[in-house]
């Protein structure tokens, strides 16, 4: 055996085979691919094969036609079988949320560059010779792109396109051992030997939580059971051999495609099985199914047969209960490992046959260039840190199967599996009507239910019990003083006599004086948007950064890896591990008589920093503000918590104190104009695109990415990021539909709200630049309608800054 190769691949499956065929294509072959049996013996041979582009993101459209295009031309392109059906999908829908979604669906494809678009049931009915509507179809969505494909086929002709070009597939040679070497390096044990690797790509599948374990790492992929039925042949589909859409009914909770002169009946009508829950999958596990499950199917026979009549003339050939890989939000696990380097997972991929193409992809840009084309956040893996436990990632993915099909609402507050991570202040809160949700482990409040507005759990696109609630919360910050808990705000400390010019190199910007704090972001190498951290200097030598809560993992990463030997100290984390937000007018009133520190706006002005004492407690005080308020950010050891809540509280009663959540405060920075990662700003947007560019200095010497910055400024960016109101009432404005003017696309939106304090409904977004000038009209896409719209500066609630510099 060659005992040294650059890549190792682990898993041969779809996922695995794209991985080693996308390097190859990018000229990496010192390469080799190891499976534990036969290529496919995981849940590929098994799979349905449907190749959807459908989704609710654009990263999902993306994933789904970067598969179809890269599959339709693969057979010849390699030169091996493969049977391939480009069908398209029709999607019905049997209620007006439905078609609400589908209308939304529609701007979001729309607004990515693709066709999907809405039929009536009309145009269904003459699509499909074998399945007609009733009166309980009210329209429906046509996916134009779906079709169907031989997983096992495709995945041959993968491993052939890799070892043609030069990459080694190593069948029947389990892992059975994963270490990293002093020098940084991986070596991988096998039953045949060792190999040593500078680079180790989990994709295992369902056996991907077991292969991290091996190389002491953790992530939450389980392993779900999911059947499905094809009929016995029919002569009515002998007869017609014309190919037809495959048809997803959402409500009824199934899918029906052609397989040859059958049926292939699929269903998501039941709750998630767990398999392996307690010892995860078996070690000889391979080419296998789990008993049938015959009720699942029957569930919904009779109802599809209602739609597709020749159903009732089918026996069943066989049944195909089979693992299918899972993490916890039903999203891949696709990047780079948490505190490993050169290790990355492309696992827990629930659809694995349309996916696998954009995970090849991803992965050879990632080992190639150093990032993406497209902002894989919603993918990477670090998203979840050990608190993602394997009961919890059972409980929530098991949710998620449940849920498949379900009308993905916005504001779904999903409860499996929690609470897991709390501050000391979870039980107060809750007793003072919190509505508590999920952000990266942690509970959060993310409104506060009253007698007036109770938590009914009632979801829709239009209007929800929290509205209400949250429009109160925003007014009481206006008017007079609002307190969040923020826990599990991502902190990092930094320290040493390098740790000033160790920042200087990280960060685009100028680093703030000591007792100041400047907002920076951090840029990719191709001078994209990695992330953003509020910078707080508590000294010459001290900083500490607060960044996204979703992030802590992934950022903690970048910073480490640009750390140099010596001279700096970096920490997840910092002593005062709690933050209290007091927002409001009145915030100064509140904090004055509880803290001998002077917090005039002349000695505690705007975006400064100082280590004083609140109610006998040390803090970390930040005069910074998110909702566009007076107020400060409390940073304390949550031990003291409680007491300092109390405190706060007991002192703002005379000022009609009241508490505030996640919603209002994403409200209020929409009014405010302040970007959100994750939502606004990413690894696709220059500072350019986002009008941040003033939070640069490309003059103050060497950092990561300022080449790239220099060559944008010499060139006029593609996107410019735009505030909108809109006109009309409607329904609150989601990401990613469209923006247009005279009909065309010209952008699309990235956040929107209800705004309290304005009075008026506003959109954030992107427009091509030069597309929309201030104060002219266009146009917005939202849940199918069309809504006249207005550009105005992105800052709708206070412009000029008056109420935060008082």
Not at 296 to 325: K, M, S
């Amino acid at each position: 055996m060659n005992t040294h190769k650059r890549v190792i691949v682990i898993g041969g499956g779809a996922v695995g085979c794209s991985i080693l065929y996308h390097l190859a294509l990018a000229g990496v072959t010192d390469t080799v691919l190891l499976e534990r049996n036969e290529l496919t013996s995981g849940s590929t041979w098994h799979a349905a094969g449907n190749i959807p582009t459908y989704a609710t993101s654009w990263l999902g459209m993306r994933a789904g036609n970067y598969g179809w295009r890269l599959y339709k031309d693969l057979a010849d392109k390699v030169d091996s079988p493969i049977t391939y059906r480009h069908t398209g999908a029709l999607w019905p829908a049997h209620t007006p949320e439905r078609m609400d979604l589908f209308g939304h669906i529609e701007g979001v494809a729309q607004s990515a560059g693709f066709d999907l678009h809405m039929l009536s049931p009309g145009e269904m009915d003459a699509m499909h010779p074998f399945w007609s509507p009733d009166d309980t179809v009210l329209g429906g969505i046509m996916d134009p792109y779906e079709g169907d494909i031989d997983p096992s086929q495709l995945t041959q002709a993968l491993a052939k396109g890799a070892r043609d070009l030069g990459a080694q597939i190593r069948r029947f040679t389990p892992v059975t051992g994963i270490t990293r070497k002093p020098s940084g390096e991986w070596e991988v044990s096998t039953a045949d030997g060792c190999i040593t690797a500078e680079i180790v790509i989990n994709a295992a599948g369902f056996y991907g939580a077991k292969v991290a374990e091996m190389a002491g790492l953790q992530t939450p992929v389980v392993t779900l059971e999911h059947q499905y039925l094809v009929t016995e042949p029919l002569a009515a589909l002998e007869e017609h051999p014309d190919l037809f859409p495959l048809v997803r009914d959402p409500d009824i909770r199934f899918y029906l495609r052609r397989e040859r002169n059958a049926f292939l009946l699929g269903s998501y009508a039941h709750a998630g099985r767990p398999a392996w829950p307690d010892s995860g999958p078996p070690d000889d596990f391979a080419h296998q199914l789990f008993p049938d499950s015959v009720e699942d199917i029957l569930e919904v026979l009779e109802d599809t047969i209602a739609h597709v009549p020749l159903l009732a003339q089918a026996g069943a050939q066989r049944f195909v209960n089979g693992p299918i890989a899972y993490a916890p939000d039903a999203l891949p696990l696709v990047g780079p490992a948490s505190g490993a380097p050169n290790f990355y997972h492309a696992t827990g991929v629930q659809i694995g046959i349309t996916h696998s193409a954009a995970i090849g992809k991803a992965m050879a840009e990632w080992i190639t260039e150093g990032e993406t084309e497209w902002d894989l956040a919603a993918w990477d893996p670090r998203r979840f840190g050990d608190w993602a436990t394997p009961d919890y990632a059972h409980a929530r993915a098991s949710e998620h199967y449940d849920l498949q099909y379900a009308i993905p609402y916005p504001h779904r507050n999903m409860a499996s599996g929690r609470p897991l991570q709390r501050t000391l202040l979870y039980d107060q809160l809750k007793q003072t009507g919190a509505v508590m949700g999920q952000i990266g482990g942690w509970e959060r409040a993310f409104w506060f239910e009253t007698d007036e507005t109770p938590a009914t759990g009632e979801l829709s696109f239009h209007e929800e019990p929290w509205h209400a609630a949250v429009r109160n919360e925003c007014l009481t910050v206006a008017q007079s003083v609002g307190v969040m808990d923020h826990g599990g705000f991502t902190k990092f400390t930094v320290e040493g006599p390098g740790a000033e010019a160790y920042l200087d190199h990280v960060f685009c910007g100028a680093m703030p004086r000591p007792g100041r704090i400047k907002l920076g972001y951090m840029l990719t190498p191709k001078g994209r948007i990695w992330s953003e951290a509020t910078i707080a200097r508590l000294s010459d030598d001290r900083f500490l950064l607060c960044g996204p809560t979703l992030a802590n993992l992934r950022d903690f990463d970048w910073l480490n890896a640009a750390l140099p030997s010596e001279g700096v100290a970096l920490s997840m984390g910092h002593p005062k591990d709690g933050c209290l937000m007091v927002m409001g007018p009145r915030s100064r009133d509140v904090l004055a008589p509880l803290s001998e520190a002077d917090l005039s706006a002349a000695a505690a002005p705007w975006m400064s920093v100082a280590e004083i004492r609140v109610a006998g407690i040390d803090v970390i005080a930040m005069r910074v503000s998110y909702v566009g308020e007076l107020g400060w950010e409390l940073h304390a050891s949550s031990a003291n918590l409680s007491a300092l809540y109390r405190a706060i509280m007991d002192q703002g009663a005379k000022f009609g104190i009241g508490q505030f959540g996640s919603y209002a405060l994403n409200a209020m920075r929409i009014e405010k104009g302040y970007h959100g990662w994750g939502s606004d700003i990413g690894t696709e947007y220059t500072l350019f695109d986002a009008g941040l560019q003033s939070f640069a200095r490309p003059r103050k010497g060497a950092f990561q990415g300022r080449e790239a910055l220099l060559d944008q400024t010499a060139e006029a960016c593609e996107w410019e990021w735009v505030g909108l109101e809109i006109a009309a009432t409607s329904p609150l404005p989601l990401a990613s539909e469209s923006i247009l003017k005279n009909r065309t696309v010209i952008g699309y939106i990235t956040s929107g709200t209800y705004g309290a304090r304005t009075g008026r409904t506003l959109a954030l977004g992107y427009v091509h630049r030069g597309a929309l000038a201030m104060g002219e009209d266009c146009d917005v896409s939202i849940l199918g309608e069309g809504f006249g719209a207005k550009r105005h500066p992105t800052a709708q609630y206070d412009p000029e800054n008056a109420r935060l510099l008082r």
